[in-house]
Protein backbone atom coordinates (compact mmCIF):
# COMPACT_ATOMS: atom_id res chain seq x y z
CA UNK A 1 0.00 0.00 0.00
CA UNK A 2 1.05 3.03 -0.69
CA UNK A 3 0.14 6.99 0.19
CA UNK A 4 -0.72 8.32 3.56
CA UNK A 5 -3.90 6.57 5.09
CA UNK A 6 -5.69 9.39 5.89
CA UNK A 7 -6.33 10.84 2.41
CA UNK A 8 -9.03 11.05 0.13
CA UNK A 9 -8.94 10.23 -3.57
CA UNK A 10 -9.82 13.42 -5.16
CA UNK A 11 -13.50 13.39 -6.33
CA UNK A 12 -12.17 13.54 -10.72
CA UNK A 13 -10.37 10.39 -9.90
CA UNK A 14 -13.18 8.67 -7.91
CA UNK A 15 -16.04 9.45 -10.03
CA UNK A 16 -14.85 7.55 -13.57
CA UNK A 17 -15.55 4.22 -12.11
CA UNK A 18 -17.29 4.76 -8.80
CA UNK A 19 -20.50 5.04 -9.51
CA UNK A 20 -22.37 3.52 -6.58
CA UNK A 21 -25.81 4.30 -4.72
CA UNK A 22 -23.29 5.66 -2.17
CA UNK A 23 -22.52 8.72 -4.31
CA UNK A 24 -25.52 11.31 -3.82
CA UNK A 25 -23.73 13.62 -2.03
CA UNK A 26 -21.34 13.75 -4.74
CA UNK A 27 -24.22 14.29 -7.84
CA UNK A 28 -25.81 17.10 -5.44
CA UNK A 29 -22.26 18.94 -5.30
CA UNK A 30 -22.34 18.63 -8.61
CA UNK A 31 -25.63 19.70 -9.63
CA UNK A 32 -25.40 22.68 -7.19
CA UNK A 33 -22.24 23.47 -9.06
CA UNK A 34 -24.09 23.47 -12.54
CA UNK A 35 -26.99 25.39 -11.11
CA UNK A 36 -24.81 28.22 -9.91
CA UNK A 37 -22.99 28.47 -13.54
CA UNK A 38 -26.01 28.72 -14.92
CA UNK A 39 -27.23 31.40 -12.62
CA UNK A 40 -24.08 33.53 -13.14
CA UNK A 41 -24.62 32.66 -17.14
CA UNK A 42 -27.98 34.36 -16.78
CA UNK A 43 -26.30 37.40 -14.67
CA UNK A 44 -23.90 37.91 -17.28
CA UNK A 45 -25.89 39.30 -20.09
CA UNK A 46 -26.04 42.69 -18.11
CA UNK A 47 -28.11 44.28 -15.87
CA UNK A 48 -28.26 47.59 -13.28
CA UNK A 49 -27.91 44.92 -10.10
CA UNK A 50 -24.90 43.58 -12.31
CA UNK A 51 -23.40 47.12 -13.12
CA UNK A 52 -23.23 48.16 -9.22
CA UNK A 53 -22.12 44.90 -7.58
CA UNK A 54 -19.00 42.60 -8.87
CA UNK A 55 -17.93 44.65 -12.07
CA UNK A 56 -14.06 44.37 -11.89
CA UNK A 57 -12.35 47.78 -12.53
CA UNK A 58 -10.28 48.05 -15.30
CA UNK A 59 -6.81 47.62 -14.60
CA UNK A 60 -5.21 50.64 -16.70
CA UNK A 61 -7.32 52.37 -14.64
CA UNK A 62 -6.26 50.91 -11.48
CA UNK A 63 -2.24 51.60 -12.45
CA UNK A 64 -3.12 54.77 -13.45
CA UNK A 65 -4.61 55.48 -10.14
CA UNK A 66 -1.87 53.62 -8.64
CA UNK A 67 1.01 55.90 -10.78
CA UNK A 68 -1.41 59.32 -9.63
CA UNK A 69 -0.99 58.70 -6.12
CA UNK A 70 2.53 57.69 -5.50
CA UNK A 71 3.88 60.68 -7.93
CA UNK A 72 1.41 62.64 -6.28
CA UNK A 73 2.58 61.40 -2.44
CA UNK A 74 6.38 61.73 -3.61
CA UNK A 75 6.02 65.45 -4.40
CA UNK A 76 3.92 66.48 -1.33
CA UNK A 77 6.63 64.87 0.98
CA UNK A 78 9.35 65.90 -0.93
CA UNK A 79 7.99 69.26 -0.84
CA UNK A 80 7.32 69.47 2.84
CA UNK A 81 10.96 68.16 3.35
CA UNK A 82 12.29 70.54 1.26
CA UNK A 83 10.57 73.50 3.46
CA UNK A 84 11.24 71.53 6.93
CA UNK A 85 14.92 71.54 5.71
CA UNK A 86 14.64 75.24 4.75
CA UNK A 87 13.06 76.35 8.06
CA UNK A 88 15.53 74.37 10.15
CA UNK A 89 18.57 75.91 8.37
CA UNK A 90 17.96 79.59 9.19
CA UNK A 91 17.41 78.14 12.98
CA UNK A 92 19.62 77.31 15.38
CA UNK A 93 19.88 73.16 14.61
CA UNK A 94 22.72 71.57 14.35
CA UNK A 95 23.65 70.98 10.44
CA UNK A 96 22.69 67.02 10.65
CA UNK A 97 18.90 67.96 11.06
CA UNK A 98 18.82 70.26 7.68
CA UNK A 99 20.60 67.96 5.79
CA UNK A 100 18.72 65.03 7.12
CA UNK A 101 15.15 66.84 5.69
CA UNK A 102 17.13 67.33 2.83
CA UNK A 103 17.98 63.57 1.95
CA UNK A 104 14.59 62.23 2.64
CA UNK A 105 13.13 64.73 0.41
CA UNK A 106 15.58 64.20 -2.19
CA UNK A 107 14.41 60.64 -1.57
CA UNK A 108 10.73 61.51 -1.93
CA UNK A 109 11.64 63.11 -5.31
CA UNK A 110 13.09 60.55 -6.72
CA UNK A 111 10.15 57.85 -5.11
CA UNK A 112 7.76 60.21 -6.92
CA UNK A 113 9.63 60.14 -10.31
CA UNK A 114 9.53 56.10 -10.26
CA UNK A 115 5.85 56.17 -9.63
CA UNK A 116 5.33 58.86 -12.35
CA UNK A 117 7.07 55.81 -14.31
CA UNK A 118 4.93 52.99 -12.49
CA UNK A 119 7.31 51.71 -10.74
CA UNK A 120 4.73 51.90 -7.82
CA UNK A 121 6.32 49.42 -5.24
CA UNK A 122 9.29 50.44 -5.02
CA UNK A 123 8.15 54.22 -5.21
CA UNK A 124 6.17 53.10 -2.04
CA UNK A 125 9.44 51.83 -0.51
CA UNK A 126 11.04 54.86 -1.00
CA UNK A 127 8.43 57.17 0.74
CA UNK A 128 8.80 55.24 3.24
CA UNK A 129 12.47 55.71 3.62
CA UNK A 130 12.11 59.25 2.74
CA UNK A 131 10.08 59.86 5.35
CA UNK A 132 11.86 57.15 7.86
CA UNK A 133 15.48 59.72 6.91
CA UNK A 134 13.08 63.06 8.14
CA UNK A 135 11.82 61.36 10.92
CA UNK A 136 15.71 60.38 11.77
CA UNK A 137 17.29 63.57 11.33
CA UNK A 138 14.56 65.20 13.24
CA UNK A 139 15.82 63.11 15.89
CA UNK A 140 19.16 65.09 16.24
CA UNK A 141 17.63 68.28 17.29
Known sequence: MSGRADSDTHPGISEAGDTEAGDTEADDVRAAAARDGAEDADDAGGGA????????????QVARRARWTAAGAGALLALAGLAAALLRLTG???????????????VCALAAFLGSRGRTRRALWLLIAGVMVMALGDQFD
Not at 49 to 60: F, K, L, S
Not at 92 to 106: F, K, T
Open 49 to 60: ENDAEGEEEDPA
Open 92 to 106: PAPALVPAAYALGAA
